[in-house]
């Protein structure tokens, strides 16, 4: 499971070409650390946990650390 916390629900989650202010640039940004994901939800009024069962494929580009 990875967890991606937020304001709102992202049941389909895209990656959409837009400024360069993320630390690691654009993308779709989750963690396998729920605490992590609903910490960062917390920052907003209307906090909301989106869950994914994910499993890796070997054609995705990904950053792993």
Known sequence: ???HGGYNE?????IIRGRYAKDFGV????????VQAVRWAK????????I??????????????
């Open 27 to 34: 993308g779709f940004y989750c963690t396998e650390l729920q």
């Open 52 to 65: 994914y069962d994910f499993k890796p494929d070997a054609k995705l580009r990904q950053l792993v650390f």
């Open 1 to 3: 499971m990875i967890y």
């Open 10 to 14: 992202v049941c389909l989650p895209e």
């Open 43 to 50: 920052r907003f009024d209307t906090p909301i946990l989106s």
